[in-house]
């Protein structure tokens, strides 16, 4: 019964293109390449005889068709570092049409130089090993409306040897699942809508012929029964929709011949992304935000990224501190993604302290103007201009920090 790791989704040079900080940027990317390490450290097993035979790739390896020599080189290196065999097939990020990465002559010197253990899958045959069968099904370009998988209905099975387990490995998107709950917007770094090609049809006889089917294409880990799984990105690249997702693990799978494959989950993760909705009653629930963050954070710099969606209302002192407390976390953070945010809700001390100036009747004035649009915008919302509200709220907790300030 041997035992491989089924991995996917690795996409090396993902640009993170929504994160603005370069260094930030650097480190993410840095970060998924170390992924490669983290899955080295489940190769070996006790007793060590199920130590695993070969590592299987389900696609994008590569975030990129053509990605930079560096990241060839990087990659390259952290592979050829890998004590077995590296089994890959170009997904939909690094596809394998002419022109690609994988029929590049740099790529070939790099990987003939640092990686004699990489093979990298571009035909639709079995390829047979001592201890499986592979059975590839690489994607030839980005969206192909044929099924990626449909080579092996016409597969001459009584060909292949008896004697060990066939492994289908093959990305896309099995037919009747749906990216729910995935933001379509792009929580991670997601340049391109989810493509509506590469479907794969998980159905009929040559399902009894195989015994087990590595995916790739979706980022979190799920099953697809009764013997498909997607392993996920080793690396979290998005915010979790669902409290059932998964993301940052390599598979570590057991299967033989005719039998029930046997699937653990190993970790492989090392960044975190948090979501997390607050809503704020009054200024003193600020408190309980920050506990929660220090939860949630444990006091951690540059290894977190956090989608906070904030509701409720806050008086100007409280805006105040909560943009105080956005900006420590801007630093602390790989990412702060912000959503939504708390009304302004000035308390009757803070307006008389702005209405009411006899001294000063020009900020009078002007405190009472921006109050009432403060009223009429949020009671009304100005479709042509849906920062205005934004505006007259920074406005009004301006004028009011420069109150305090010459008091």
């Known amino acids: 019964m041997p035992t491989f790791l089924h991995s996917a989704d690795w996409q090396i040079g993902k640009p993170y293109a929504r994160v603005h900080d370069p260094d930030k940027r650097a480190r993410l990317r840095q970060v998924r390449l170390e992924a490669i390490d983290r899955i080295g450290a489940h190769i070996a097993a006790d007793p060590p005889q199920n130590a695993a035979a070969a590592l299987l790739v389900a696609g994008d390896l590569f975030d990129s068709p053509t990605p930079s020599a560096s990241d060839v080189s990087a990659v390259c290196a952290a592979i050829g570092a890998l004590p077995i065999p590296v089994l890959v097939i170009p997904g939909n990020h690094d596809h394998g049409a002419p022109g690609s990465v994988w029929h590049g002559a740099f790529f070939r010197e790099e990987c003939q130089r640092r990686a004699p253990n990489l093979q990298v899958l571009l035909e639709r045959r079995p390829l047979v090993l001592e201890e499986a069968v592979i059975l590839p099904c690489p994607l030839l370009r980005r969206s192909d409306s044929a099924d990626p998988s449909g080579w092996l209905r016409q597969l001459d099975w009584a060909s292949l040897p008896t004697d060990r387990p066939r492994l289908v490995l093959a990305h896309g998107s099995v037919q009747g699942f749906g990216a729910t709950d995935l933001d379509p917007a792009g929580d991670g770094d997601e340049e391109n809508p989810r493509h509506e090609g590469n479907r794969l049809r ?141 009304a302004i809700a000035p308390s ?35 479709a042509t201009d849906p920062d205005r509200e934004a505006v007259i709220r920074l406005a009004l907790s301006d004028l009011h920090r420069h109150v305090e300030a010459l008091s």
């Open 202 to 342: 998980l159905e009929g006889d040559w399902l009894n012929e195989v015994d087990y089917i590595a995916l790739g294409d979706w980022h979190g880990l799920k099953h697809v029964p009764p013997k498909a799984w997607y392993a996920g990105t080793p690396e979290p690249d998005r915010f979790p929709r669902s409290e059932d997702y998964s993301a940052g693990q390599v598979l570590r799978v057991t299967v033989e011949r005719g039998g029930t494959p046997e699937v653990l989950t190993c970790a492989t993760g090392a960044l975190q992304w948090h979501p997390l909705q607050f809503h704020c009653n009054d200024d003193d629930d600020l408190n309980r935000l920050e506990r929660q963050l220090d939860t949630l954070l444990a006091h951690r710099v540059g290894h977190d990224l956090l989608r906070l969606e904030l509701s409720g209302s806050l008086s100007l002192a409280g805006q105040q501190r909560c943009g105080a407390l956005l900006e420590r976390l801007e630093a602390q953070l790989l990412r702060l993604k912000q959503r939504g945010a708390c």
């Open 348 to 382: 009757p001390d803070e307006l008389e302290t702005l209405t009411q100036r006899p001294g000063d009747p020009l900020v009078a004035l002007v405190a009472q103007q921006l109050h009432q649009q403060l009223i009429s915008s949020q009671a009304a919302p100005d």
